[in-house]
């Protein structure tokens, strides 16, 4: 848990954020942000699936 008094940074330029862009500091960190995801330049860890590819009789009901 955060203490009240502690300034939480903002994960692109590393300043205080702002309530309304929270956990950001601005509309442009936060379109970096998003902008870094469209991209794939974030990936979340799991196994790679080929999509759409699975037949009904594989999937577990």
Do not use: H
Request: charged fraction near 30%; include cysteine.
């Amino acid at each position: 848990m955060k203490a009240a008094n502690q300034i939480l940074k903002c994960p692109i330029c590393n300043e205080g954020t702002k309530e309304k862009y929270r956990p950001f500091c601005s509309k442009r960190c936060s379109e970096i942000d998003l902008g870094r995801w469209f991209n794939e330049s974030y990936v979340i860890p799991g196994e790679q699936t080929s999509l759409g590819q699975e037949n009904d009789d594989e999937m577990d009901y």
